[in-house]
C-alpha cells in the first residue's frame, strides 16, 4: 500500500477531473459506496472459487462477529446501494464512481494491495447499444488523457444458457487433458473451468489453444447481440481485436466482454475491462434486470501518463507574500485575505513562522512564485506593496495597497 504525495496529485487530480467530466458529460452519475462490506456480497457476486474470495481479500470479524471485507472492486457494491435505495427497478441507471479498493496480491509494476479504479455501472438497458456507449466512453477519455498504446479486445460469452453448453464441452476437454493441468486448473475444474482459459501457466498455453472455444456454441441471439455491438464500434471506427479467449477474472459477465490493454506496463497490461452482467442483481436477491458496466486502474494509467510525457507536474505557487519587521504579519494577511476575496482562482502563499529577510527570500523562490509581494513598515506607511519578479528580468515595482488587486492582476497577465 503506497502513500500518494503532493507531488504525486497533479496526475491524480488530471486523472479524475478528466474522468467526472467525461462521465457526467455523458449523463452518468456520481456514486459512493462503502470501503467495508458483508464478506457474504462478495462471495455471492464474485464467486466463492476465484482467486479473489479465496487467497485476496482482507476479511476479518467485527466485534458482533459478523464477516466483514474490504472492498475488493466496487460493482457488486453499487448493485448493493442500488437496490436498497430503489434505484433499480423499472429504471435506467447511468452511474460512475472513484475509489480505493483492496487485495491481497503480490505487489508488481502497476499493481498494489490498495489500488484505486474509476468506474461506471448502468441498468436496466438490454441492447449492445450500451455496452458500445461504454466502450466509447473510455476510447474518448484516452483521447482526453493523449494516451497512446492501448487497444480494445472484445468477446462474447453469450447468454447463461449458451455459457452452460460451453462449460460442459469444456469440463468434458479438461478431464481428457487432467495431467496437463496445474493445480489451480485441476481445482477449478469443476467449479469455474472458464478460468482456466485465463491461466498464464507458460506449460498449458499450447493444450488452452486447442480448447474448443466458446464461439462454438452460442445460439443466434448472441450472436445478432454481439453484431449490433461490432457494428456501432465499426461505424464508429473504434478499431478492436476479437479475443476469444477473452472470459474476464469474475463469474457474473455474459453477452460482451471487453478489455483495454496496452504493452508498455509488462505483465499488468489491462488497463480497463468490464462487460455486460445481467445475472448480478438477481444473484444478490434482487428482481432481474439489465446490467454493463466497466473499470480501470488508477494506478495503471497515472504510469502511463508519466512514461509518455503526459502527466501534469505540481506547479508553484502565483505569488508569495513576505514581511520586514514585527509589525507587519497582521496588516500582510489583511491585504492577503482581501486578495483572496477578489482572486479567488489565485494561489497566494503568505510567508509564515518569521525568519531573516534573505531566508525568507529563498522561500519565495523555492515556492515556485512568480512574484514575491513585500511587505515593511515602510511600505505601511507609505500604503504601498514592494513587488519583485522572481522569474523575469523586470525592476522591482511599487503597488497602491488601496488598489493592490487590480494591479496585482496586471502584472499577472
Same mark, same amino acid.
Request: proline share 2%; with cysteine.
Given at each position: 500500500?503506497?502513500?500518494?504525495?503532493?507531488?504525486? =496529485?497533479?496526475?491524480?487530480? #488530471?486523472?479524475?477531473?478528466?474522468?467526472?467530466?467525461?462521465?457526467?458529460?455523458?449523463?452518468?452519475?456520481?456514486?459512493?459506496?462503502?470501503? !467495508?462490506?458483508?464478506?457474504?456480497?462478495?462471495?455471492?457476486?464474485?464467486?466463492?472459487?476465484?482467486?479473489?474470495?479465496?487467497?485476496?481479500? /482482507?476479511?476479518?470479524?467485527?466485534?458482533?462477529?459478523?464477516?466483514?471485507?474490504?472492498?475488493?472492486?466496487?460493482?457488486?457494491?453499487?448493485?448493493?446501494?442500488?437496490?436498497? +435505495? $430503489?434505484?433499480?427497478?423499472?429504471?435506467?441507471?447511468?452511474?460512475?464512481?472513484?475509489?480505493?479498493?483492496?487485495?491481497?496480491?503480490?505487489?508488481?509494476?502497476?499493481?498494489?494491495?490498495?489500488?484505486? #479504479?474509476?468506474?461506471?455501472?448502468?441498468? $436496466?438497458?438490454?441492447?449492445?447499444?450500451?455496452?458500445?456507449?461504454?466502450?466509447?466512453?473510455?476510447?474518448?477519455?484516452?483521447?482526453?488523457?493523449?494516451?497512446? %498504446?492501448? @487497444?480494445?479486445?472484445?468477446?462474447?460469452?453469450?447468454?447463461?444458457?449458451?455459457?452452460?453448453?460451453?462449460?460442459?464441452?469444456?469440463?468434458?476437454?479438461?478431464?481428457?487433458?487432467?495431467? *496437463?493441468?496445474?493445480?489451480?486448473?485441476?481445482?477449478?475444474?469443476?467449479?469455474?473451468?472458464?478460468?482456466?482459459?485465463?491461466?498464464?501457466?507458460?506449460?498449458?498455453?499450447?493444450?488452452?489453444? +486447442?480448447?474448443?472455444?466458446?464461439?462454438?456454441?452460442?445460439?443466434?441471439?448472441?450472436?445478432?447481440?454481439?453484431?449490433?455491438?461490432?457494428?456501432?464500434?465499426?461505424?464508429?471506427?473504434?478499431?478492436?481485436?476479437?479475443?476469444?479467449?477473452?472470459?474476464?477474472?469474475?463469474?457474473?459477465?455474459?453477452?460482451?466482454?471487453?478489455?483495454?490493454?496496452?504493452?508498455?506496463?509488462?505483465?499488468?497490461?489491462?488497463?480497463?475491462? $468490464?462487460?455486460?452482467?445481467?445475472?448480478?442483481?438477481?444473484?444478490?436477491? $434482487?428482481?432481474?434486470?439489465?446490467?454493463?458496466?466497466?473499470? =480501470?486502474?488508477?494506478?495503471?494509467?497515472? *504510469?502511463?501518463?508519466?512514461?509518455?510525457?503526459? %502527466?501534469?507536474?505540481?506547479?508553484?505557487?502565483? !505569488? /508569495?507574500?513576505?514581511?520586514?519587521?514585527?509589525?507587519?504579519?497582521?496588516?500582510?494577511?489583511?491585504? %492577503? @485575505?482581501?486578495?483572496?476575496? #477578489?482572486?479567488?482562482?489565485?494561489?497566494?502563499?503568505?510567508?509564515?513562522?518569521?525568519?531573516?529577510?534573505?531566508?525568507?527570500?529563498?522561500? +519565495?523562490?523555492?515556492?515556485?512564485?512568480?512574484?514575491?509581494?513585500?511587505?515593511?513598515?515602510?511600505?505601511? @506607511? +507609505?500604503?504601498?506593496?514592494?513587488?519583485?519578479?522572481?522569474?523575469?528580468?523586470? *525592476?522591482?515595482?511599487?503597488?497602491?495597497?488601496?488598489?493592490?488587486?487590480?494591479?496585482? %492582476?496586471?502584472?499577472?497577465?
Amino acid at each position: 500500500m503506497h502513500d500518494i504525495l503532493p507531488a504525486d =496529485m497533479p496526475a491524480w487530480n #488530471q486523472l479524475e477531473d478528466a474522468y467526472r467530466a467525461l462521465a457526467e458529460s455523458y449523463g452518468y452519475r456520481q456514486i459512493r459506496t462503502p470501503i !467495508v462490506e458483508k464478506t457474504a456480497l462478495f462471495a455471492r457476486s464474485i464467486g466463492e472459487v476465484t482467486d479473489i474470495v479465496e487467497k485476496e481479500m /482482507y476479511s476479518f470479524e467485527d466485534r458482533n462477529g459478523d464477516s466483514l471485507s474490504l472492498r475488493p472492486e466496487n460493482t457488486a457494491s453499487v448493485v448493493r446501494a442500488g437496490m436498497q +435505495a $430503489g434505484l433499480l427497478h423499472d429504471q435506467q441507471q447511468r452511474l460512475w464512481y472513484c475509489g480505493p479498493m483492496f487485495r491481497h496480491e503480490r505487489p508488481q509494476k502497476g499493481r498494489y494491495r490498495q489500488f484505486h #479504479q474509476l468506474g461506471a455501472e448502468t441498468f $436496466g438497458i438490454a441492447g449492445a447499444d450500451i455496452e458500445a456507449e461504454l466502450i466509447l466512453l473510455a476510447a474518448r477519455f484516452w483521447q482526453r488523457l493523449g494516451l497512446d %498504446a492501448i @487497444e480494445l479486445q472484445i468477446n462474447s460469452l453469450g447468454s447463461s444458457r449458451c455459457r452452460h453448453q460451453f462449460r460442459t464441452v469444456l469440463v468434458e476437454y479438461f478431464r481428457d487433458h487432467y495431467q *496437463a493441468l496445474d493445480e489451480d486448473s485441476q481445482r477449478r475444474l469443476e467449479t469455474n473451468p472458464l478460468r482456466i482459459l485465463d491461466s498464464k501457466n507458460v506449460e498449458m498455453q499450447s493444450m488452452i489453444e +486447442a480448447a474448443p472455444t466458446l464461439q462454438d456454441s452460442l445460439d443466434q441471439e448472441s450472436r445478432d447481440h454481439f453484431s449490433e455491438l461490432t457494428d456501432i464500434l465499426d461505424q464508429a471506427s473504434v478499431s478492436y481485436q476479437v479475443n476469444r479467449r477473452l472470459v474476464r477474472g469474475l463469474d457474473y459477465y455474459c453477452h460482451t466482454v471487453f478489455e483495454w490493454v496496452t504493452d508498455t506496463l509488462g505483465a499488468q497490461g489491462t488497463v480497463c475491462g $468490464g462487460g455486460r452482467y445481467d445475472g448480478l442483481v438477481e444473484q444478490l436477491g $434482487g428482481k432481474p434486470n439489465y446490467a454493463a458496466g466497466f473499470s =480501470m486502474g488508477c494506478e495503471r494509467l497515472i *504510469a502511463m501518463l508519466h512514461d509518455q510525457g503526459k %502527466a501534469d507536474k505540481e506547479s508553484g505557487c502565483d !505569488v /508569495y507574500l513576505l514581511m520586514r519587521g514585527d509589525n507587519s504579519v497582521a496588516r500582510a494577511q489583511q491585504i %492577503a @485575505e482581501s486578495i483572496r476575496d #477578489q482572486m479567488p482562482g489565485l494561489e497566494l502563499v503568505v510567508h509564515a513562522g518569521g525568519g531573516s529577510f534573505k531566508s525568507q527570500m529563498r522561500k +519565495a523562490d523555492k515556492s515556485g512564485a512568480r512574484i514575491a509581494l513585500i511587505l515593511g513598515e515602510s511600505e505601511i @506607511e +507609505a500604503g504601498t506593496v514592494a513587488v519583485k519578479f522572481l522569474r523575469d528580468d523586470r *525592476a522591482q515595482a511599487e503597488i497602491s495597497q488601496s488598489d493592490v488587486v487590480t494591479q496585482l %492582476a496586471s502584472l499577472l497577465d
